[in-house]
């Protein structure tokens, strides 16, 4: 209170009155803070460390949850497992084919817009239905895929039956997402200025020259940006698995994400200070992960004016 | 051999160069070709689940994995909108409207707040401004599942669960994202109204209301069009926090459905469409904003 106290006798009456109505103005986003982000983060934390079935009030049990977590469920490591398999693949191969689609679309020509559109359509459709949509053509026997993969001679993967096969259905359908970071990347193309390309080329510098010394070291901030956004979120993908496999991850938990290991134990099996344990770790990774990623980019991401 | 006489010559030296220009412009345009041509391939393959939704909620369902598949539905089974919009326990025109009430009222309560927490973040000093600033930023890196059971556990004590309460109460306090994207904006805005305004003895209140938000409109409708798309989106919310059928909204309807009639494929993919048409028909009218949002913010669909 000191701090504050200060700078406040200080004020003019015109300042304090501005002052207060700064006060007003974010008064509902401080509510949110304590209310919805604060509050409950400290109470995850406690829970993580109790027993809690809502019934009964929780009982402290130590590092139980998480002991128990790492070393006798079996479970956990499978979604832990699933979980990084899907970010680890879908993210870069999003980032490389959403760039490689934005670079097609970078050119003066008409139909553009109808392009940028259609691409980011797929984003638009609510995950439940898409997933449906999915379902259906991944369909092992009949499907629209599966018959013409076999018309064309190539092998036909059980995908959503097929334990071995699920998560890379689960991929492909994901890349039809790619639209969003798509036109991201397209922004991000449009504002490299023309003139150090003409001054490349004046060089002598080829396309794969320019596009490698020039195009990608200024693209570099909108692909760490994507990168982090991707990870973050495909660590915490749920709707699309839970549509597919539904809480137990059919088919044999290979769609047993974290995220539906943390409502199964919430809200299936009221393990509300278990499934706190488990969402503790899942921040703690992604963040550990991000972190990671920032520390890495200070080796490929360009900064302008910086040493480089 | 007549051109024996003209080799050196300044003719066959421009026809040289003539046709290297010509042989630059024919590769142009063969580049630009196979361009267009894998455009359209990758447009074909981004258009086919669309088109693949749409036919098989045209069909009867014993008909959606037919052998041969028919890649176009014969006959036309419209019925099947019909049937799912009146399919006893799964409502899904009422599933329609709880979406459209959903989705409204978020939207109305993320842009009205964003609106007024961002204003006070961008234009208004006060001590602490930029502390607070600073944590609404941290928040954006929490993974919201973390915050999810005590929240939970929170509307669960207040006896809100089974009501939207939980899921559109929140959206009148704000959102990090939004209030970081809306004081983007109002710093870019001339302080010279707002300054004059205030010479004249307006309130702050009356400045934002009047002068300020007239303004940022462009900035409000990339909010609006965003938080409605998200929430249409959302399954998680209305998963933990309802339980009646007849309050779920249709994501969580489709998902309630196609849980119980696990066969009923082509009403299935007419329920999809159903989710996803009113959707598109937003999108092609604020088509402006959502570009517009993208770009500038880099979001995510």
Not at chain 1, 133 to 145: A, H, K, Q, R, T
Not at chain 2, 218 to 232: D, K, N, Q
Not at chain 2, 248 to 274: C, H, I, K, N
Request: with cysteine; net charge positive.
């Amino acid at each position: 209170m000191a701090v504050l106290s200060k700078p406040f006798r200080r004020m003019s009456p015109l300042r304090w009155r501005e002052a207060r109505a700064g006060y007003l103005f974010v008064l509902p986003w401080v509510l949110s803070l304590l209310l919805f982000t604060l509050y409950p983060l400290i109470a995850t934390g406690y829970l993580s460390f109790t027993d809690y079935t809502v019934l009964t009030s929780p009982t402290w049990v130590g590092l139980d949850n998480y002991v128990t977590m790492f070393t006798n469920d079996q479970s956990f490591w499978t979604a832990v497992n699933n979980s990084a398999y899907y970010a680890l693949i879908s993210v870069p191969l999003g980032l490389v084919l959403s760039l490689a689609l934005a670079l097609l679309l970078n050119m003066r020509a008409t139909g553009i817009g109808l392009y940028r559109t259609l691409f980011y359509l797929p984003s638009v459709v609510p995950p439940v239905a898409a997933t449906l949509v999915f379902v259906v053509l991944f369909e092992p026997v009949s499907g629209l895929i599966n018959t013409f993969l076999r018309t064309v001679g190539m092998p036909a993967p059980a995908w959503f039956a097929d334990p071995n096969w699920s998560k890379p259905g689960l991929i492909l359908m994901s890349l039809w997402g790619i639209g969003a970071s798509t036109l991201i990347f397209l922004a991000g193309l449009q504002d490299i200025p023309k003139s150090l390309l003409e001054a490349a080329e004046i060089d002598g510098a080829g396309a794969w020259a320019k596009f490698w010394h020039v195009t990608l070291p200024l693209l570099s901030p909108v692909i760490l940006f994507n990168l982090v956004i991707g990870v973050i979120y495909s660590f915490q993908v749920f709707t699309q698995a839970m549509v597919i496999g539904g809480t137990t991850g059919r088919p044999l938990e290979s769609m047993l994400m974290l995220m539906v290991l943390i409502y199964r134990n919430a809200f299936g099996y009221f393990k509300m200070g278990y499934a706190s344990a488990i969402a503790v770790v899942l921040m703690v990774f992604v963040f550990a992960l991000t972190l990671l990623i920032f520390r890495l980019s200070r080796r490929w991401v360009f900064v302008e004016g910086g040493e480089q | 051999m007549a051109q024996v006489a003209y080799d050196e010559s300044y003719p066959l030296d421009h026809a040289a160069q003539a046709r290297r220009v010509a042989l630059a412009r024919w590769r142009r345009r063969a580049i630009a070709l196979l361009r267009h041509m894998i455009l359209i391939l990758v447009a074909v393959v981004f258009a086919l689940p669309f088109y693949w939704m749409l036919v098989s909620s045209l069909k009867p369902s014993s008909l959606v994995f037919s052998q041969p598949l028919q890649l176009f539905p014969n006959p036309i089974r419209w019925e099947n909108f019909y049937d799912a919009a009146t399919f006893p326990g799964f409502p899904f025109l009422r599933f329609l409207w709880n979406s459209t009430f959903y989705a409204g009222m978020a939207t109305i309560g993320t842009v009205l707040s964003c609106a007024l927490v961002g204003y006070g973040f961008a234009r208004l000093r006060f001590p602490g401004r930029d502390i607070l600033f600073i944590l609404t930023l941290v928040t954006l890196m929490i993974p919201g599942v973390v915050t999810l059971i005590p929240t939970f556990l929170l509307f669960k004590t207040a006896g809100l669960l089974g009501s939207y309460a939980p899921l559109i109460a929140p959206r009148f306090l704000g959102d990090a994202f939004f209030i970081f994207m809306m004081r983007q904006f109002y710093l870019n805005l001339p302080t010279e109204l707002a300054d004059a305004a205030r010479v004249d003895g307006a309130s702050e209140f009356r400045i934002f209301w009047q002068i300020i938000l007239p303004l940022v409109r462009p900035a409000l409708m990339v909010v609006a069009v965003f938080t409605f798309l998200w929430t249409w989106h959302d399954f998680f919310g209305p998963l933990i926090y309802l339980s009646d059928p007849s309050q779920y909204p249709l994501s969580l309807g489709l998902f309630a459905f196609r849980a119980q009639r696990v066969t009923e494929w082509g009403l299935t993919m007419a329920g999809a469409v159903l989710t996803t048409l009113p959707l598109i028909v937003v999108f092609f009218l604020a088509q402006k904003s959502f570009l517009e949002g993208i770009k500038l913010t880099g979001l995510k669909g």
